[in-house]
């Protein structure tokens, strides 16, 4: 029991600990350099397309739905898949629970009542949260789709790209959490399995996330 508690006291922090300490590097990125950042060079682009578009254009209607469409699905697929996780994990949390006595071996963790409830409870939290973070982001990119279709000189400006910058900025959140959320789920199987994924997410996050700059050859991908 004591190999177990040591294992989750140890490699659980740990794991959030490089989960949020990527983040908060990646926030800073894209404060102080967002052309090394994919989500930097997309905000610049769409704020040059949002300029771009004429407001209440007939012929440039469609272009702005079909634009948005892709984002929205996906935001969608988003907060369906939480929340259907959400409602597995509480199955699987049970039937672990009633197998607990199979998994005696302290590399799968603590297996007390109070560490199944954080178990649960901290991966549920995440599930939720990227649930409210995605349905927050449909309704400002409806929002959005509506505005930038409208007649009006007083929706020209800020306030329609605000609203479609929060929009996108709260579908990467909602996606983020539930990239989060993977690690804390995979705790019913173990602590280490929690650092291991949360190494190949921070990996496989920073491929997606940076940007690769590129010398003069053009044949070798450098990161600064």
Not at 52 to 79: E, F, H, P, Y
Not at 176 to 197: I, K
């Amino acid at each position: 029991m004591g190999v177990a508690v040591y294992l989750d006291t140890i490699f659980v922090p740990l794991s959030l600990f490089i989960t949020v300490g990527y983040h908060v590097y990646l926030c800073h990125t894209i404060k102080n350099k967002p052309s090394r950042t994919t989500y930097g060079i997309s905000k610049k682009r769409r704020t040059d397309w949002s300029l771009n578009l004429n407001q209440g254009d007939a012929s440039k209607a469609m272009l702005t739905v079909q634009s948005l469409r892709n984002t929205l699905m996906s935001t969608i697929l988003t907060a369906t898949i939480t929340i259907l996780i959400n409602l597995g994990l509480a199955a699987l949390t049970n039937n672990t629970y009633n197998a607990s006595h199979l998994f005696s071996s302290g590399f799968f963790g603590s297996k007390s009542d109070k560490i199944f409830v954080l178990k649960y409870g901290s991966a549920s939290i995440c599930l939720v949260m990227s649930f409210m973070f995605s349905s927050m982001a449909i309704g400002y990119l409806i929002d959005a789709n509506f505005l930038m279709n409208a007649y009006g000189e007083f929706l020209s400006g800020g306030y329609t790209q605000t609203i479609l910058e929060r929009g996108f900025t709260l579908a990467l959140v909602g996606n983020r959490v539930l990239c989060v959320a993977v690690p804390l789920m995979l705790w019913m199987l173990g602590p280490v399995l929690v650092l291991l994924a949360t190494l190949v997410l921070v990996f496989v996050l920073h491929e997606f996330d940076f940007v690769c700059k590129f010398p003069d050859n053009n044949k070798q991908c450098i990161i600064k």
